[in-house]
C-alpha cells in the first residue's frame, strides 16, 4: 500500500466520520438543557419588556398630570396677586373708607385704617 492510498483511506474515513456527525447532531436537534435555557432567557425577556410597558405608561400619566399641573400654576399668579391686602390698596386709593374697605375685602377694621391712612389720595 502507498501513502497515496493511505491518505484516500483516512480522507474517507474522516468523511464518513462528519457526516454521521453531522446526521446525529441534526436528528437529535438542540439539546434540551439549551432549549431550557432559552426559553427561561425568552420569558425573562418578556416579563422585562411587560414591566418596561407598565412603567411607560405610568411615567406618561405622571407627565401628563404634571403638564396639567404646570398650566395651573401658570395661571396661578394673575389669581394670586388680587388679595385681599391688594384690593384694600385699590379701595384706599379711590378713596373708600376703612370700614368699607374691612368690610369689602374681609380684613380687619384696624388693618382696613392702616391701608387708607397710607395710600389714600391726597385731596388738596
Known amino acids: 500500500m502507498t501513502w497515496h492510498e493511505v491518505l484516500i483511506v483516512v480522507i474517507a474515513v474522516l468523511a464518513v466520520y462528519v457526516a454521521e456527525l453531522v446526521l446525529v447532531m ?13 426559553e427561561a432567557l425568552a420569558h425573562a425577556e418578556r416579563r422585562a419588556a411587560d414591566e418596561l410597558t407598565r412603567e411607560v405608561a ?3 400619566k405622571q407627565v401628563t398630570r ?9 395661571s396661578a399668579p394673575a389669581a394670586a396677586s388680587v388679595s385681599p391686602y391688594n384690593l384694600a390698596i385699590q379701595m384706599a386709593r379711590q378713596g ?5 374697605v374691612a368690610s369689602g375685602c374681609g380684613i380687619s377694621r384696624g388693618e382696613a385704617e392702616l391701608i387708607v391712612a397710607l395710600y389714600r389720595k391726597l385731596r388738596i
Do not use: I, M
Request: net charge positive; charged share 45%; no cysteine.
Open 26 to 38: 441534526r436528528w437529535s436537534g438542540r439539546p434540551r438543557w439549551l432549549r431550557r435555557k432559552q
Open 58 to 60: 405610568d411615567l406618561r
Open 66 to 74: 404634571l403638564q396639567g399641573e404646570v398650566e395651573r400654576l401658570k
Open 96 to 100: 373708600a373708607s376703612a370700614n368699607d
